[in-house]
């Protein structure tokens, strides 16, 4: 199992353009979410998805939008992105109802937005 | 989910046991206390979780007071790579993939 990707590694972004963020998982997990991590600081939460065709705001989601239309994919949309949103980005996927509490974070994607 | 605090930084020197203390004083009966830790530049990585009962695994021992106010991640036999920033978490089991993360313990390892 490749466990959990995200694609790109880095990307720098001028202020206004859109992209989206990439995060696949081939544990068939029905749990997936977005984190943001800017320096010194703890992950917080932006979304998160309990399953496909079901997404859920979590502490920090303005600016982003997001889709689960299969299992395995749940990207990230910035809209219109803004310097404030220069951060460190993980993805991460986990099973509950299967007893394993464990998440299972992604590298994570380094964006700069100038 | 309950708050909890940890200690900013701590210095373990390698192959002695590092002992990370975490205070969750607000805890609630059906709250479960987890920790990951976070490698430079790296996504958490989950190392252990308990209720009431001290845990091992091949990672870590927790050791969680009967009160369940505070618990302490033990590394036995700490190494160079163990050099990260460990996280406490306290949640609920049926909180879904929602974890809350504070700032953390960062723990240098050194030879």
């Known amino acids: 199992n490749a466990g959990v990707t995200q694609t790109p590694k880095f990307q720098v972004l001028k202020t206004g353009q859109s992209m989206t963020l990439q995060c696949a998982q081939d544990?068939?997990?029905?749990?997936m979410s977005w984190y943001r991590q800017d320096p010194g600081m703890g992950l917080r939460l932006i979304h998160y998805?309990?399953?496909?065709?079901?997404?859920d705001q979590g502490e920090v989601p303005n600016g982003y939008n997001v889709s689960r239309s299969t299992t395995e994919d749940f990207p990230l949309r910035l809209l219109s992105a803004a310097p404030s949103q220069t951060s460190v980005y993980f993805c991460a996927s986990s099973a509950p109802w299967t007893g394993d509490y464990e998440q299972y974070f992604g590298p994570g994607t380094r964006l700069t937005v100038t | 989910d309950a708050k909890t605090t940890q200690p900013t930084s701590m210095d373990c020197a390698e192959g002695r046991a590092a002992n990370l203390p975490c205070n969750h004083s607000t805890i609630s009966g059906n709250e479960y206390v987890y920790w990951y830790r976070q490698i430079h530049s790296q996504g958490p990585q989950y190392i252990i979780h308990g209720l009431k009962n001290n845990e091992t695994n091949e990672m870590a021992s927790l050791i969680i007071t009967e009160d369940r106010k505070s618990s302490t991640l033990i590394l036995p036999h700490a190494t160079l790579r163990d050099t990260a920033v460990y996280y406490c978490?306290?949640?609920?089991?049926?909180?879904?993939?929602?974890?809350?993360f504070g700032g953390g313990t960062r723990l240098m390892v050194k030879p």
């Open positions: 978490i306290v949640r609920h089991n049926n909180a879904g993939n929602m974890l809350t």
């Open positions: 998805s309990v399953g496909a065709g079901i997404t």
């Open positions: 544990m068939n997990h029905e749990y």
